[in-house]
């Protein structure tokens, strides 16, 4: 009996160690509001980052990460928590994440004997702000400021300082443990003033997402010139780790927390507000040279870390781990969708002057061909976060004004109200520039969207009306109207008397009373081309009939 119980004591002791020892310490490196592409490695040639360049070349560069929402507060929720911000309930940006929302940190710290900590730019989850007196008054009586109690190391003192912060940390951090930190870049977040040498504005590119102003091109640059200066700054990280505590099986990370301060980017749920870099390095797991186009989430930083460190992923998270793509393995779980959304930004409350850029509410689902974006506050006029007062959107709105911007800027930013849905085909329209919904052939793209959408809405417990109404059943004659009618075919035929599949305003206008007909006219041409095709023609119910 007493070499039974001898055994067993040594099979604990081997056994759990064993599983920490192999555990990889974790670098986790967050710049602010960085959209992909913008290093030079993803094809930015008038960029100047060497070191990103090179820490790419030596690991793997990821080209479809997307955020769980485009701004600070609820795509950090979610990268901590790996789940949506809806599912942690973050999506109102001055909340403090919920102390019932474990972080995967936090994980590390108790089931792996990491050492977790934080430095740089505020990690933004103890709530953004405490003003007013009124909600001062709540953190304080409910203890709802969490992180220093979550994490061993706490620092929100800004980019600056990182040096002194990432010193303090190894001071702390005992030498038998492994560790976890988060570190926070304030680069190249607005205003964008930290690039020495940026850029040339006549030299650089603009993306097709953007129209070609002098205003755009000076931003730009200066935005450019800010990565740059980040470049400096991560490479000075790298050298101090490694001289701190080596880089010996270390899993390092870089990303963006979320897209750039441009129209359609931050605040949008358009790429340029989702889509950001996601750069990783591991030396002896990770081969150099990877380059992947695999669809990633925010959702997935949480459980692929977990899963590098040996630990099982909680049911709780719906991210999947990516670890076997960044082993060179085979990735059977691989993501057919990713899913975002948008909430209020900063301190914004609601008025008759609100608009997008400091409340909207809506979502998206995006395949690795199609995007579909649900708004459901439409009325709520566009304005970029954070850039309504760059040269930028200055030049576009003063073309808009002259009516010289081009008719897919105009329809983008300044039709009101917005669609409530819009549809892109990314391989044909990667600018996401021609909303396509309702147009014919796409039914099945759509409702294919539209049901991964309601099932991460539901399973998220969201709270806004979802996209796919439930079954009506109304009686009699209501009945018949809410179904297509089949003699509206025939009818369609009749009036379409050039045989091309549609309807002009003339053909549709035959034997009815003018106005009455421009009225249904407008109402039925849903994808706004100027003409009604037998789907639009034969649809059983209008999303805005005119008034009777």
Known sequence: M??????????????????????????????????????????????????????????????????????????????????????????????????DEITF????????????????RTYHLDGSGRGPEASAQVFDEHHMITFKDRFDYVDASGQDTLPTKVNEFFDQKPKDKPYFLWVGFSDPHHAWNSGKNPPDPAKLKVPGFLPDLPGVRSDLSAYEGEIEHCDGDFQRVLDLIKER?????????????????????????????LNVPLLAWWPGVIQPGGDSSALISGEDIAPTCLEAAGLPVPDRMSGVSFLPLL?????????????????????????????????????????SRYKLIYNVTPNLRYTPVDSGNDPSWKDITKAHEDKTLA????????????????????????????????????EEATLELKTALQKKMILDFDYLP???????????????????????????????????????????????????????????????????????????????????
């Open 2 to 99: 007493k070499l039974r119980a001898l055994l067993i004591a040594l099979s604990s002791v081997f056994a759990l160690p064993a599983a920490h020892a192999a555990a990889p310490n974790i670098l986790f490196v967050l710049s602010d509001d960085h959209s992909y592409p913008f290093i030079h490695c993803y094809g930015r040639e008038e960029m100047k980052t060497p070191n990103l360049d090179r820490f790419a070349a030596e690991g793997i560069m990821c080209r479809r990460m997307f955020t769980g929402a485009p701004q600070c507060v609820p795509s950090r929720a979610t990268i901590m928590t790996g789940r949506s911000p809806v599912a942690c309930r973050m999506t109102r940006f001055s909340s403090p994440l919920p102390r």
């Open 105 to 120: 940190p936090e994980i590390l710290k108790k089931d792996a004997g990491y050492f977790v900590g934080c430095c740089g």
């Open 245 to 273: 505590a080596g880089l010996e099986n270390t899993l390092i990370i870089f990303m963006g927390d979320n897209g750039m301060a441009f129209p359609s980017g931050k605040g949008s749920l358009h790429d340029p507000g």
């Open 327 to 367: 082993k060179g393995a085979k990735f059977e779980k691989e993501r057919q969708h990713i899913f975002a959304e948008r909430g209020p930004h900063g301190s914004a409350t609601f008025n008759e002057g609100t608009t997008a850029s400091g409340v909207d509410y809506s979502r998206c689902v995006r395949s």
């Open 407 to 442: 008719t897919e800027f105009e329809t983008l930013w300044f039709t009101s109200p917005r669609p409530v849905y819009e549809l892109y085909d990314l391989k044909e329209d990667p600018s996401e520039l021609h909303n396509l919904y309702g147009q014919k052939g796409l």
């Open 466 to 548: 979802l996209p796919i109404a439930g079954d009506a059943r109304p009686k009699g004659k209501a009945n018949a109207q809410a179904k297509n009618n089949p003699n509206r075919a025939e009818q369609f035929k009749r009036l379409d008397t050039d045989h091309d599949g549609k309807l002009t305003p003339a053909e549709f206008s035959a034997k009815r009373a003018p106005a009455d007909a421009a009225a249904w006219f407008k109402a039925r041409d849903v994808d706004g081309s100027g003409t009604i095709d037998q789907a639009e023609y034969t649809a059983g119910t209008v999303p805005n009939p005119p008034n009777k």
